[in-house]
């Protein structure tokens, strides 16, 4: 249960700030009217890193002793001792989540850019005409316009990121006192460490029918948007 727990919270922080940070990158974007291609370039440059050079990479930024972050803090005088942010139980997951974060925004950042582009300009000059602020016009076309695309996107990362493992069994093993130990990392642990192969199975059957419902659920967003 603690497993669960903690995959869903990871899950579900992980995945609503990423589409939170890819929306306003989109946003961002789709007003720049210099320099757009160099920019989404630039923002797209952490996608194609696979999730365990995303946690090698953030496991010696945090690093206790060695980690840069830790420099930084010290010498700008935030901090005076070196803090063991992968060792304490309140930061060890955010740090994970901003990981995540800076890894997949990126993916619905170019998802919902597509679907900014591909919204009528007459949508917005009516708008114009009838006097509408930034917000009715974010509120009234922009919103009911990528919402199949937010839903699409959102599922579809909600997926990826329910059976996470790579990223944090890099960066903790599951640790600090199983403080970041998610489904995916309790399954191995079972199987590899303790041997205990019918729980660690059980875990993964039980994985596999979320997974499922998931999928369909995708499947059934999908189906909706090609009737629409």
Known sequence: ????????IFTAISVSLSLLT????ALLLDQQKWGRRFFRTIFMTPWPFLSVVVGINFYWMFHAKY?????????????????????NIKTVLPIIILAVVWKESPFFMIMILAGLQSIP???YDAAAVDGATSWQ???????????????????LEF???FREFDLVQVMTHGGPNRATEVLAVLVYNYVFKFFR?????????????????????????????DEK
Do not use: C
């Open 1 to 8: 249960w603690n497993a669960f727990r903690t995959n869903v």
């Open 197 to 225: 192969f019918g729980e660690g199975a059980a875990i993964a059957v039980l994985m596999g029918i979320f997974s499922i419902i998931f999928s369909l659920i995708y499947v059934r967003l999908l189906h909706k948007k």
């Open 121 to 123: 300009q007459e949508q």
């Open 137 to 155: 016009k974010f509120r009234y076309i922009i919103l009911p316009n990528l919402k199949n695309i937010i839903l699409i996107s959102t599922m």
């Open 67 to 87: 980690g840069v972050i830790n420099l930084i803090l010290s010498q700008i005088g935030i901090i005076h001792d070196y803090v063991s942010w992968l060792g």
């Open 22 to 25: 890819g929306f306003y990158l």
């Open 159 to 161: 997926i990826w990121k």
